[in-house]
Protein backbone atom coordinates (compact mmCIF):
# COMPACT_ATOMS: atom_id res chain seq x y z
CA UNK A 1 0.00 0.00 0.00
CA UNK A 2 1.23 3.23 -0.83
CA UNK A 3 1.36 6.25 1.24
CA UNK A 4 -2.41 7.72 2.52
CA UNK A 5 -3.11 11.92 3.09
CA UNK A 6 -5.44 12.73 5.42
CA UNK A 7 -6.78 16.36 4.26
CA UNK A 8 -8.62 17.59 7.58
CA UNK A 9 -6.34 15.10 9.81
CA UNK A 10 -5.88 17.57 12.85
CA UNK A 11 -9.98 17.70 13.11
CA UNK A 12 -12.24 15.62 15.14
CA UNK A 13 -13.29 13.44 12.57
CA UNK A 14 -9.37 13.46 10.41
CA UNK A 15 -7.61 12.20 13.58
CA UNK A 16 -9.95 9.57 14.46
CA UNK A 17 -9.55 8.17 10.78
CA UNK A 18 -6.06 8.25 11.79
CA UNK A 19 -6.13 6.36 14.59
CA UNK A 20 -8.63 3.55 12.86
CA UNK A 21 -5.65 3.72 10.29
CA UNK A 22 -2.74 2.54 12.52
CA UNK A 23 -5.02 0.01 14.21
CA UNK A 24 -5.65 -1.71 11.22
CA UNK A 25 -1.94 -1.81 10.58
CA UNK A 26 -1.31 1.39 8.64
CA UNK A 27 2.27 2.10 9.35
CA UNK A 28 2.68 5.80 10.90
CA UNK A 29 5.36 6.62 7.95
CA UNK A 30 2.52 5.94 5.03
CA UNK A 31 0.17 8.07 6.82
CA UNK A 32 0.80 12.10 5.92
CA UNK A 33 -1.39 14.50 7.87
CA UNK A 34 -2.38 17.60 5.95
CA UNK A 35 -2.44 20.67 8.12
CA UNK A 36 -3.47 24.43 8.01
CA UNK A 37 -2.48 24.86 12.04
CA UNK A 38 1.08 23.45 12.35
CA UNK A 39 0.38 23.25 16.32
CA UNK A 40 -2.31 21.30 15.96
CA UNK A 41 0.10 18.73 13.59
CA UNK A 42 3.38 18.30 15.54
CA UNK A 43 1.76 15.78 17.76
CA UNK A 44 1.45 13.70 14.55
CA UNK A 45 4.78 14.30 13.80
CA UNK A 46 5.85 13.48 16.87
CA UNK A 47 4.07 9.93 16.19
CA UNK A 48 5.64 9.00 13.06
CA UNK A 49 3.78 10.90 10.58
CA UNK A 50 4.64 13.34 7.76
CA UNK A 51 3.20 16.36 8.04
CA UNK A 52 2.48 19.07 5.08
CA UNK A 53 1.20 22.21 5.12
CA UNK A 54 -1.76 22.88 2.62
CA UNK A 55 -4.75 25.49 3.43
CA UNK A 56 -6.55 25.13 0.22
CA UNK A 57 -8.88 28.02 1.45
CA UNK A 58 -6.21 30.25 0.62
CA UNK A 59 -4.42 31.34 -2.71
CA UNK A 60 -1.22 29.20 -3.56
CA UNK A 61 -2.41 25.39 -2.48
CA UNK A 62 1.37 24.33 -2.72
CA UNK A 63 2.24 22.54 -6.07
CA UNK A 64 2.83 19.05 -5.74
CA UNK A 65 1.22 19.01 -2.29
CA UNK A 66 0.30 15.29 -2.76
CA UNK A 67 3.27 14.49 -4.16
CA UNK A 68 4.05 10.16 -3.65
CA UNK A 69 0.52 9.93 -2.59
CA UNK A 70 -1.79 6.76 -3.27
CA UNK A 71 -4.90 7.53 -1.66
CA UNK A 72 -6.60 10.87 -0.14
CA UNK A 73 -9.29 10.85 3.11
CA UNK A 74 -10.82 14.19 1.79
CA UNK A 75 -12.83 15.42 5.06
CA UNK A 76 -15.01 18.22 4.00
CA UNK A 77 -14.30 21.89 4.67
CA UNK A 78 -16.32 23.63 6.99
CA UNK A 79 -16.46 26.92 5.07
CA UNK A 80 -20.52 27.92 5.45
CA UNK A 81 -20.18 30.37 2.28
CA UNK A 82 -21.18 27.20 0.55
CA UNK A 83 -20.09 28.30 -2.96
CA UNK A 84 -16.52 29.91 -1.31
CA UNK A 85 -16.68 25.44 0.07
CA UNK A 86 -17.23 24.36 -3.31
CA UNK A 87 -14.55 26.21 -4.56
CA UNK A 88 -11.75 25.24 -1.89
CA UNK A 89 -12.65 21.70 -2.64
CA UNK A 90 -12.27 21.82 -6.34
CA UNK A 91 -8.85 22.57 -5.15
CA UNK A 92 -7.92 19.76 -3.12
CA UNK A 93 -9.24 17.83 -6.64
CA UNK A 94 -7.32 19.54 -9.05
CA UNK A 95 -3.82 19.04 -6.76
CA UNK A 96 -5.39 15.55 -6.13
CA UNK A 97 -5.78 14.89 -10.27
CA UNK A 98 -2.14 16.80 -10.82
CA UNK A 99 -0.40 14.20 -8.68
CA UNK A 100 -1.88 11.11 -10.36
CA UNK A 101 -3.91 10.08 -6.70
CA UNK A 102 -5.54 6.61 -7.45
CA UNK A 103 -8.51 6.83 -5.13
CA UNK A 104 -10.18 9.80 -3.01
CA UNK A 105 -12.24 8.78 -0.07
CA UNK A 106 -14.63 11.81 0.55
CA UNK A 107 -16.90 13.04 3.40
CA UNK A 108 -20.54 13.73 2.27
CA UNK A 109 -23.86 13.69 3.46
CA UNK A 110 -26.07 10.52 4.01
CA UNK A 111 -29.26 10.21 1.79
CA UNK A 112 -27.69 12.85 -0.71
CA UNK A 113 -30.42 13.34 -2.92
CA UNK A 114 -33.26 12.75 -0.63
CA UNK A 115 -32.78 15.90 1.65
CA UNK A 116 -33.19 19.51 1.80
CA UNK A 117 -31.20 20.80 4.57
CA UNK A 118 -28.94 23.38 3.07
CA UNK A 119 -25.84 21.36 2.38
CA UNK A 120 -26.87 19.09 0.34
CA UNK A 121 -25.69 21.43 -3.03
CA UNK A 122 -21.98 21.46 -1.33
CA UNK A 123 -21.62 17.67 -1.38
CA UNK A 124 -23.49 16.97 -4.93
CA UNK A 125 -21.42 19.35 -6.24
CA UNK A 126 -18.02 18.10 -4.80
CA UNK A 127 -18.81 14.31 -5.60
CA UNK A 128 -19.83 15.67 -9.15
CA UNK A 129 -16.60 17.45 -9.28
CA UNK A 130 -14.57 14.25 -7.97
CA UNK A 131 -16.13 12.49 -11.00
CA UNK A 132 -15.30 14.28 -13.55
CA UNK A 133 -11.68 14.68 -12.63
CA UNK A 134 -11.76 10.96 -13.37
CA UNK A 135 -10.07 10.10 -9.88
CA UNK A 136 -11.35 6.62 -8.36
CA UNK A 137 -13.57 7.66 -5.62
CA UNK A 138 -15.30 6.46 -2.38
CA UNK A 139 -18.36 8.82 -1.39
CA UNK A 140 -18.81 8.02 2.24
CA UNK A 141 -22.05 9.91 2.86
CA UNK A 142 -22.03 10.42 6.91
CA UNK A 143 -25.08 11.17 8.94
CA UNK A 144 -25.62 12.68 11.55
CA UNK A 145 -23.16 12.75 14.44
CA UNK A 146 -24.09 11.60 17.62
CA UNK A 147 -21.95 14.34 19.12
CA UNK A 148 -23.83 16.74 17.97
CA UNK A 149 -27.31 15.74 18.80
CA UNK A 150 -27.14 14.13 21.90
CA UNK A 151 -24.22 15.81 23.36
CA UNK A 152 -23.19 16.59 26.63
CA UNK A 153 -24.68 20.61 27.72
CA UNK A 154 -28.27 19.63 25.48
CA UNK A 155 -28.33 15.93 27.84
CA UNK A 156 -27.26 18.47 30.88
CA UNK A 157 -30.03 21.14 30.26
CA UNK A 158 -32.65 18.58 30.00
CA UNK A 159 -31.68 16.52 33.04
CA UNK A 160 -31.66 19.33 35.01
CA UNK A 161 -34.74 20.85 34.10
CA UNK A 162 -36.58 17.83 33.70
CA UNK A 163 -38.03 19.26 30.24
CA UNK A 164 -36.12 17.53 26.85
CA UNK A 165 -37.11 19.98 24.44
CA UNK A 166 -37.58 18.61 20.48
CA UNK A 167 -38.21 20.47 17.70
CA UNK A 168 -38.47 16.78 15.43
CA UNK A 169 -42.24 16.70 15.41
CA UNK A 170 -41.75 13.01 16.86
CA UNK A 171 -39.43 11.98 13.74
CA UNK A 172 -36.56 9.76 14.42
CA UNK A 173 -32.87 10.30 13.83
CA UNK A 174 -30.16 7.77 12.38
CA UNK A 175 -27.64 8.94 14.78
CA UNK A 176 -24.08 7.52 14.59
CA UNK A 177 -20.93 8.63 16.71
CA UNK A 178 -17.80 10.34 15.05
CA UNK A 179 -15.73 7.03 15.94
CA UNK A 180 -17.27 4.88 13.93
CA UNK A 181 -17.87 6.79 11.15
CA UNK A 182 -14.00 7.14 10.99
CA UNK A 183 -13.72 3.56 11.65
CA UNK A 184 -15.82 3.17 8.21
CA UNK A 185 -13.46 5.60 6.54
CA UNK A 186 -10.46 3.36 7.95
CA UNK A 187 -12.02 -0.04 6.61
CA UNK A 188 -12.50 1.52 3.11
CA UNK A 189 -9.13 3.22 3.24
CA UNK A 190 -7.56 -0.35 3.85
CA UNK A 191 -9.76 -3.10 1.80
CA UNK A 192 -10.44 -3.55 -1.47
CA UNK A 193 -13.81 -3.17 -3.35
CA UNK A 194 -15.04 0.09 -2.57
CA UNK A 195 -13.97 2.02 -5.99
CA UNK A 196 -16.56 4.39 -7.54
CA UNK A 197 -19.15 3.77 -4.66
CA UNK A 198 -20.88 6.03 -2.33
CA UNK A 199 -22.20 4.20 0.86
CA UNK A 200 -24.70 5.77 3.03
CA UNK A 201 -23.09 5.96 6.55
CA UNK A 202 -25.96 5.50 9.16
CA UNK A 203 -27.81 3.78 11.86
CA UNK A 204 -28.88 0.38 10.75
CA UNK A 205 -32.12 2.15 12.53
CA UNK A 206 -33.43 5.36 13.74
CA UNK A 207 -34.18 6.53 17.28
CA UNK A 208 -36.58 9.10 18.34
CA UNK A 209 -36.30 11.52 20.93
CA UNK A 210 -38.67 9.41 23.19
CA UNK A 211 -36.38 7.06 22.75
CA UNK A 212 -33.25 9.27 24.07
CA UNK A 213 -35.44 10.48 27.00
CA UNK A 214 -36.02 7.18 28.31
CA UNK A 215 -32.61 5.95 28.27
CA UNK A 216 -31.73 9.41 30.07
CA UNK A 217 -34.68 8.58 32.63
CA UNK A 218 -33.51 5.19 32.70
CA UNK A 219 -29.52 5.91 33.05
CA UNK A 220 -29.73 9.06 35.66
CA UNK A 221 -32.98 7.78 37.44
CA UNK A 222 -34.50 11.40 37.18
CA UNK A 223 -37.65 12.20 35.69
CA UNK A 224 -37.40 13.93 32.88
CA UNK A 225 -40.05 15.51 30.42
CA UNK A 226 -40.57 15.38 26.24
CA UNK A 227 -41.77 18.97 25.27
CA UNK A 228 -42.27 19.50 21.50
CA UNK A 229 -41.62 23.14 20.61
CA UNK A 230 -41.52 25.72 18.37
CA UNK A 231 -38.35 27.92 16.80
CA UNK A 232 -39.61 30.68 18.52
CA UNK A 233 -40.74 29.46 21.91
CA UNK A 234 -36.88 27.83 22.07
CA UNK A 235 -35.25 30.54 21.33
CA UNK A 236 -36.74 32.47 23.77
CA UNK A 237 -35.62 29.09 26.26
CA UNK A 238 -32.05 29.82 25.10
CA UNK A 239 -32.34 33.46 25.33
CA UNK A 240 -33.82 32.87 29.55
CA UNK A 241 -30.26 30.56 29.93
CA UNK A 242 -28.19 33.52 27.64
CA UNK A 243 -27.20 31.46 25.08
CA UNK A 244 -25.67 33.53 22.38
CA UNK A 245 -27.90 34.75 19.24
CA UNK A 246 -25.36 33.76 16.72
CA UNK A 247 -24.64 30.41 18.33
CA UNK A 248 -28.59 29.59 18.88
CA UNK A 249 -28.97 28.27 15.33
CA UNK A 250 -26.96 25.17 15.70
CA UNK A 251 -27.60 24.13 18.90
CA UNK A 252 -28.82 20.75 18.97
CA UNK A 253 -32.37 21.08 19.08
CA UNK A 254 -32.71 23.92 16.61
CA UNK A 255 -31.07 21.60 14.25
CA UNK A 256 -33.58 18.85 14.61
CA UNK A 257 -35.84 21.31 12.64
CA UNK A 258 -34.26 19.31 9.30
CA UNK A 259 -35.88 15.89 10.34
CA UNK A 260 -39.45 17.00 10.60
CA UNK A 261 -39.67 15.55 6.79
CA UNK A 262 -38.53 12.22 7.75
CA UNK A 263 -35.39 12.38 5.78
CA UNK A 264 -33.62 11.72 8.88
CA UNK A 265 -34.71 8.40 9.81
CA UNK A 266 -33.47 6.75 6.32
CA UNK A 267 -31.30 3.89 7.16
CA UNK A 268 -28.88 2.20 5.43
CA UNK A 269 -26.89 -1.51 6.14
CA UNK A 270 -23.70 0.09 4.81
CA UNK A 271 -21.97 0.89 8.23
CA UNK A 272 -23.00 -2.41 9.70
CA UNK A 273 -21.33 -3.94 6.49
CA UNK A 274 -18.11 -2.09 7.02
CA UNK A 275 -17.53 -2.41 10.90
CA UNK A 276 -20.04 -4.88 11.65
CA UNK A 277 -23.35 -4.10 13.41
CA UNK A 278 -22.10 -5.09 17.03
CA UNK A 279 -19.38 -2.74 17.01
CA UNK A 280 -21.53 0.33 16.00
CA UNK A 281 -22.24 2.48 19.26
CA UNK A 282 -26.17 2.85 20.51
CA UNK A 283 -27.42 6.12 22.07
CA UNK A 284 -27.62 4.64 25.07
CA UNK A 285 -23.42 3.37 24.82
CA UNK A 286 -22.89 6.79 23.89
CA UNK A 287 -25.02 8.66 26.82
CA UNK A 288 -23.71 6.37 29.31
CA UNK A 289 -20.08 7.62 29.03
CA UNK A 290 -21.25 11.47 30.45
CA UNK A 291 -20.93 12.10 33.88
CA UNK A 292 -23.89 14.68 34.21
CA UNK A 293 -22.43 15.62 37.77
CA UNK A 294 -19.47 17.72 36.36
CA UNK A 295 -20.57 20.86 36.35
CA UNK A 296 -21.11 22.79 32.61
CA UNK A 297 -21.64 26.07 31.27
CA UNK A 298 -25.53 25.91 30.22
CA UNK A 299 -25.04 29.06 28.18
CA UNK A 300 -22.63 27.26 25.78
CA UNK A 301 -22.93 26.33 22.55
CA UNK A 302 -24.25 22.51 22.52
CA UNK A 303 -21.14 21.01 20.69
Request: contains cysteine.
Amino acid sequence: MGKIAVVGGTGHYGSKAIDGLLERGVSPSDIVVMYRNEKKALPFKERGMEIRYGDYGKEGYPEGIFKDIEKILFVSGFEMDGLKRIKDHIVVIEAARAANVKQIVYTSFANLYKINCGLEDVHIATERAIKASKIPYTFLRNTFYSEYYLNKVYLKRSIDSGIFYTLAKGRGVNFVSRDDMAKAAAVVLTTEGHLNKAYDITNPKPYTYKDIVEILKELTGKKVELVETTKEEYSAYLDSIHVPKQFQFIDAAMLQQRFVDGWGEICSPELANLIGEENITTPRQFIEKFDFNEPIDMSTISF
